[in-house]
């Protein structure tokens, strides 16, 4: 079946450390996008790429980092320097806009969390 | 600055009433509106989708219209049932970037038996 998996489920981080959220898709999309969500805000553009080896950043970048070495691949690095992680962060994939929007396709995302 | 407002925040439904969730916005480059379904613990799943060439869209129980000139979308749950308790979501995404979408904040719907 075709899908996104994000993984872990949970994650736990202590303060001061870097931790990386995973995220395949086996959808052949090119396009991939990281979301926070958190509670009556709805969702918020994190970090995306339209493809390998390229990325954009989106409206709270600031404290994440991404890479997109593989088409199937984008991590998301959570790292010290992001004060309020405690969140649930949703990946997505979509094909390529062209001259046409295209809908996305989330994976069940990772509830982080601070110790 | 939100993009995309979404009202009301919460809605609790009788079953087989009528479910109405309502979004507007700003950019008149916006050019795709879908809808997403989130059941807890769960990522969004795409419900229905319209584009603003149409005034409505149909699929089974669910409808969208749309208002072009109020810049005004709303999702209609005709006959709700306990299941489709969820958060939805409305988004919208521009013509000249096609794979960016602004989210609203979400309505939490409970459908009561």
């Known amino acids: 079946d075709g899908g996104i998996t994000q993984s872990p489920k949970y994650l736990f981080r202590k303060e001061g450390q870097n931790v990386t959220l995973s995220c395949e898709q086996n959808l052949n999309h090119d396009a991939m996008y990281w979301y926070r969500q958190d509670p009556g805000q709805g969702l918020r553009l994190i970090y995306y790429?339209?493809?390998?080896?390229?990325?954009q950043k989106g409206d709270i970048a600031e404290g994440y980092s991404v890479s997109r070495e593989k088409k199937e691949s984008f991590p998301l690095t959570v790292t010290s320097a992001q004060k309020n992680p405690t969140a649930f962060y949703l990946c997505a994939s979509s094909l390529p806009g062209g001259n046409e929007n295209q809908p996305q396709h989330f994976g069940d995302g990772t509830r982080l969390s601070i110790l | 600055q939100q993009q995309v407002k979404q009202s009301p925040q919460s809605l609790i439904v009788q079953k087989g009433g009528i479910s109405i969730i309502n979004c507007a916005y700003e950019n008149t480059a916006f050019d795709y509106f879908p809808w997403y379904q989130q059941f807890p613990g769960k990522g969004p799943a795409l419900l229905i989708a319209?584009?603003?060439?149409?005034s409505e869209k149909k699929e089974g129980r669910f409808t969208i219209s749309f208002n072009k000139s109020a810049k005004q979308f709303s999702l209609h749950i005709m006959d709700s049932q306990p299941g489709d308790s969820a958060t939805y979501f409305c988004?919208?995404?521009?013509?000249?970037?096609?794979?960016?979408?602004?989210f609203g904040s979400g309505t939490k719907l409970n459908v009561k038996p």
């Open positions: 988004a919208a995404s521009p013509r000249y970037n096609f794979n960016k979408f602004y």
């Open positions: 790429s339209q493809i390998v080896n390229d990325f």
């Open positions: 319209i584009r603003p060439d149409v």
